[in-house]
């Protein structure tokens, strides 16, 4: 008796929680969404591109002394503006001084000797043709003067070459530019070509290199063709505290090849550097001013949603809000510039986005002032 009432409590409870499930498996439709939507329709749009660049000195050296020997004189200030020809470094000078003078004494000893044998030579050669003097002779004397003019040759040489490395003891800026913090102090020990004294970089104009997209490049090449004035906009720079630069620069040149792995060129922008305000290895970034001639699609920014780095809209068709993959551009106030995924004539969904889903039916908002579209969607 037992086991039948539990086999009837098992079949009523099963048959409860089937029907239950099924009804579960049935969710209540949604009603449709009230929405919003904005038409699509080109318009022309003044803006800038912006793209992440460092800023370069045009002309950069890094300072290795030429000779050896101990550091005598460090003659500027850390961080300075120096002009060309302003005297940097002192090395010790006294062996390169003592080898020149040496030099100079033995070059003066055989410039004595050459005379010596020129007069030799002479003297030979007009008893030679008074037939006074062995032929011998005379072609030994002329053997003399040839070994001494060669001998005068190679002590010049000799002057020359302790000439130069005295004169090397002494570092020059090679052009107007800021210096950097020394790396060696007074009485260092120094080695040439291989010790780093300083760099010297040029300050007044610098460059602002950028990676461009090689599908930009005839563009840019446009430009170069474009005589700029000091007043011209067309190139700008954002400072890391998100400043404008005071000067405008322009193009100076795109660079010879486009690399392979990134499918970008090197663009380069000159800019004044009046108060110094560029420093080599700054980051910042380049605003380009595009006035482009031929339309554009814009559409209000909060119609777009991100999805892992992706964008969306959803576009209003029929009765139903069909998301849609949006390629955008850059960011003109509460506008945004669409590359691709749009054509005119169609209708993004501008408020009430966050009710929907691709499919999502939807129903439009009675028409008020601040309303945006002209027409209904589908018309």
């Known amino acids: 008796m037992n086991n039948k009432i539990y086999k009837s409590a098992i079949i009523i409870i099963t048959s409860v929680l ?4 099924g009804n579960k498996s049935m969710p209540p439709k949604m009603p449709p969404a009230l929405v919003e939507v904005y038409e699509v329709k080109p318009e022309h749009a003044v803006y800038y591109d ?3 660049a460092s800023v370069t000195a045009l002309n ?19 961080g300075q503006h120096v002009n060309k020809g302003v005297k940097l470094y002192g090395i010790d000078q006294q062996q390169y001084k003592a080898a020149y003078e040496q030099a100079v ?3 003066n000893a055989v410039k004595a000797n050459l005379i010596r044998a020129q007069q030799d030579a002479d003297r030979y050669n007009d008893l030679a043709k008074k037939d006074a003097i062995a032929r011998q002779v005379l072609e030994h004397a002329q053997a003399d003067l040839q070994s001494a003019k060669m001998q005068v040759a190679a002590a010049e040489s000799n002057v020359n070459a302790v000439q130069t490395n005295l004169r090397n003891s002494v570092i020059y800026a090679a052009y107007d530019g800021t210096i950097g913090i020394s790396q060696v102090k007074l009485g260092s020990a120094v080695t040439a070509g291989q010790t780093l004294l300083n ?4 300050d007044n104009p610098v460059a602002v290199d950028f990676g461009l997209d090689e599908k930009l490049i005839t563009k840019f090449i446009n430009l170069l063709q474009v005589k700029a004035g000091p007043k011209d906009s067309t190139f700008t720079l954002i400072l890391p505290d998100q400043t404008v630069y005071p000067y405008s620069g322009h193009l100076s040149f795109l660079d010879r090849a486009v690399d392979p792995q990134t499918g970008t060129i090197k663009a380069r922008i000159i800019f004044p550097n009046n108060n110094y305000l560029l420093r080599p290895g700054l980051t910042c970034n380049v605003r380009v001013l595009n006035n482009n001639t031929s339309n554009s699609i814009i559409i209000p920014y ?18 139903k809000a069909i998301q849609t993959k ?6 003109i106030n509460e506008m945004v510039i669409v590359k691709d995924g749009l054509t005119p004539g169609e209708f993004v969904i501008t408020e009430g986005v966050q009710k929907l889903r691709d499919n ?4 439009l908002a009675p028409a008020h002032p601040k309303q945006v579209t002209q027409a209904a969607p589908g018309k």
């Open 18 to 21: 089937l029907v239950s499930c």
């Open 302 to 319: 909060k119609a777009v949603s991100e999805q892992m780095g992706e964008y969306f809209v959803f576009v209003a068709k029929g009765n």
């Open 60 to 78: 950069q050296v890094d300072i290795r002394p030429e000779v050896s020997g101990y550091l005598t004189g460090i003659n500027f200030k850390d």
């Open 50 to 52: 912006n793209y992440p």
């Open 199 to 202: 760099t010297l970089s040029s």
């Open 105 to 107: 004494a033995n070059l």
């Open 360 to 363: 999502s039916p939807i129903i």
């Open 326 to 331: 949006v390629t955008l551009g850059v960011p």
